[in-house]
């Protein structure tokens, strides 16, 4: 079932129990990017708390912002989160800390409650619209099933080391599409993966010792053919260092295109 929550600024209390973005959830990053040309990502946002960048995110429409669940709840929570000041979206910046237009949250809807590695994905309606442009514009979202192997490109702010630098600037990778079978052999030699499942709502990402996402770039578009077909989602358990990590699980957008084409259809 769909959870939703109406955002208000600086409540007096924990209302809906949880915590936006706790630390281990801190916005998944890019190790082995570079910065990415001004304006080439137009779709791309900054979800911000108190100023500090928590989480990437990628605009559906011109009140919505697709991103992963856990960056705007606490795992633990059956409902939704608590909040103290509400989280604020950037839009057309390269440069989160700078530049750009801040915009109020206005309802978050879930897809169904979050489990670990499933159901990562959440939709954000803003209190008011964009005001649409080169630098601010919607992307499409595909619906199609990736062939195996494909090249696809990954933009966001997230750690670019294994000392938690981030990056002020926006930084994009090209990585490659795994297929199943060897995406299940690299995450059953990972501590604790023994019995993990790759599924139909996500899919994975070869990486290159030292390239691709980490702490930082949760919720950021991953882009097939110039459309999203994915998002990074909370990482499977792993080497503590990004940089040595060997594939990345993303929510795969084609399971849930009905529910976004539906939620953006019927809450407007």
């Not at 190790?31 to 928590?54: F, M, N, R």
């Not at 912002?65 to 856990?70: N, P, S």
């Not at 992307?139 to 750690?159: C, N």
């Amino acid at each position: 079932m769909m959870h939703t929550c109406f955002i208000v600024a600086l409540l007096a209390a924990y209302a809906c129990s949880g915590i936006i973005s706790s630390p281990s959830h801190a916005a998944e990053p890019i190790i082995g990017g570079t910065d990415a040309a001004e304006g080439a990502a137009p779709y791309q946002v900054s979800l911000q708390l108190k100023g500090y960048h928590i989480c990437g995110g990628s605009i559906v429409g011109d009140r919505w912002i697709l991103t992963a669940a856990h960056c705007l709840r606490s795992e633990n929570s059956s409902f939704q989160l608590a909040i103290v000041q509400a989280p604020k979206v950037i839009v057309g910046t390269n440069n989160w800390k700078k530049g750009g237009t801040a915009y109020d949250v206005e309802r978050i809807f879930f897809y169904s409650s979050l489990q670990p590695n499933k159901n990562d994905i959440a939709l954000v309606r803003l209190a008011t619209p964009l005001k649409l442009s080169k630098r601010v514009a919607r992307i499409s979202y595909s619906a199609e099933i990736v062939p195996d192997y494909a090249t696809l490109t990954l933009t966001g702010w997230g750690y670019i080391d294994d000392n938690n630098t981030v990056p002020e600037k926006l930084q994009t990778i090209d990585l490659r599409h795994a297929a199943l079978e060897r995406c299940l052999k690299i995450i059953a030699e990972i501590p604790a993966g023994e019995n993990a499942t790759v599924s139909a709502n996500v899919m994975c990402i070869l990486r290159k010792q030292g390239h691709g996402s980490c702490n930082g770039d949760s919720g950021s578009p991953l882009l097939w053919k110039g459309k999203q077909v994915a998002l990074v989602m909370g990482s499977l358990d792993g080497p503590k260092e990004c940089s040595k990590k060997l594939v990345s699980v993303l929510t795969r957008i084609s399971y849930y295109y009905d529910w976004i084409q539906q939620t953006i259809a019927t809450q407007q």
